[in-house]
C-alpha cells in the first residue's frame, strides 16, 4: 500500500462549465479522464487526455463524424486511448429503435464502424466497451439491462468512463479528483442514480468533487407543454 501523500491522481473532467481555471492540476494529474467532445472547459483544463470515452450513437456522434476539426481537436490528439461506451449489440438489445422515417433521414443507431474508421485514421488507439460492462453498469445503478426500453432510462457516457477509470485507479493507489460535472443531459439519462451512485464512491474512497458552473441550471430539463385554450 501506497503511503500518506504517494497516491497518483487521476482527474476527471467533465463537459460542464468549470468555475476556475485548472490546466496545471489536471495536466499534472497521472490519468485524466474526458468525454465525447469537451467544449466548455476549452482553455481552462489543459489537454492530457489518459482516455476518452465516446458516445457512438445518436446525433451528437454523426455531428462529430461530419465535422473534419474534431479528430484534429486538441483533446483528440492528446487521447491516448479512445473507447466507444456502446457496443452494437449492446445497442441492438438495449437501445430505443429508430423509425423507418429516421432510417431513411440517415439516421443509424450506432455509429461505430464510422468511428473506428475516424479515429484509426487519426492514429488513435480504440477499443470498444464490451456488453457485458454495459450490463453491469447498469446493474449497479439499479436499472435492469431487459427493462431499459420498457422505463426509457439510459446510464450515461459520463458513467460508464467514471466507473471503468475507478476500477483502473484503485482506491489504495489513486487519489481522485472530478470537475465539470452537474448530472444533466439528455432527458432519459438517470442523472440521479448516477450522482448517488458517485456519492456511495465517495464514502468508499477519496474522491473530491469539484462544483462546477452550471450544477443549478436544469437547462436540458423536460419543459412541460403549454395546452392552448379552445374558444
Known sequence: ????????????????????????????????LRFNEPKASIGMSGTKTTWLFVCN?????????????YPTSPIVRAAELVILASHPIAVEKYAPKLSLLARIKGRRAEWTWACLN????????????????????????????SLLLKIRTFPSTGYFGIRYALEQCPADEWDVEIAGFSWQGWQRHAWADERSWLERKVAERNIHIWPA?????PKYAKKKRKHAKKD
Do not use: H, I
Not at 497516491?7 to 490546466?23: A, C, Q, Y
Open 118 to 145: 475516424m479515429f484509426g485514421n487519426a492514429g488513435k488507439m480504440v477499443a470498444v466497451m464490451p456488453v457485458s460492462d454495459y450490463e453491469a453498469g447498469c446493474r449497479e445503478l439499479g436499472l435492469e439491462p
Open 1 to 32: 500500500m501506497s503511503g500518506k501523500g504517494s497516491k497518483k491522481r487521476l482527474f476527471v473532467v467533465g463537459n460542464g462549465v468549470l468555475l476556475e481555471d485548472m490546466s496545471e492540476r489536471v495536466d499534472a494529474s497521472d490519468a485524466v
Open 57 to 69: 450513437t445518436g446525433k451528437p456522434m454523426k455531428r462529430r463524424l461530419d465535422n473534419p476539426s
Open 213 to 217: 458552473g452550471d450544477d443549478q441550471k
